[in-house]
Nanobody, 120 residues
Framework: QVQLVESGGGLVQPGGSLRLSCAAS????????MNWYRQAPGKQRELVAAATTDGNTNYADSVKGRFTISRDNAKNMVYLQMNSLKPEDTAVYYC??????????????WGQGTQVTVSS
């Protein structure tokens, strides 16, 4: 079984910064893409940023230039540095990972989410 645990959420003023972390643990052969999603109240979950094993990244247009995704493959972690935060960034942020487990299955796992609130 694989577990993803996010941390780093909280309350921040507009223009502020937060850094989210997500740690993968359990038994697996490989982690492929690691991504950050978010879901605001009354809205669908959306992809915020994605990172492949070899370092390729992709961002939603709404966060380009403000958010940076990074990975530490040795520690099985993914981070999301969020700068110049806006009230519309308020959401629950979820970590997601594409994982190969010992039974050779390939599965998408999700963390439990961490709340980010941007408000004055």
């Amino acid at each position: 079984q694989v577990q993803l645990v996010e941390s780093g959420g909280g309350l921040v003023q507009p223009g502020g910064s937060l850094r989210l972390s997500c740690a993968a643990s359990g038994t697996f052969f490989n982690i492929y893409a690691m991504n950050w999603y978010r879901q605001a109240p009354g809205k669908q979950r959306e992809l915020v940023a994605a990172a492949t094993t070899d370092g390729n990244t992709n961002y939603a247009d709404s966060v380009k230039g403000r958010f940076t995704i990074s990975r530490d493959n040795a520690k099985n972690m993914v981070y999301l540095q969020m700068n110049s935060l806006k009230p519309e960034d308020t959401a629950v942020y979820y970590c997601n990972a594409d994982v190969r487990t010992p039974d050779w299955a390939r599965t998408l796992y999700w963390g439990q989410g961490t709340q980010v609130t941007v408000s004055s």
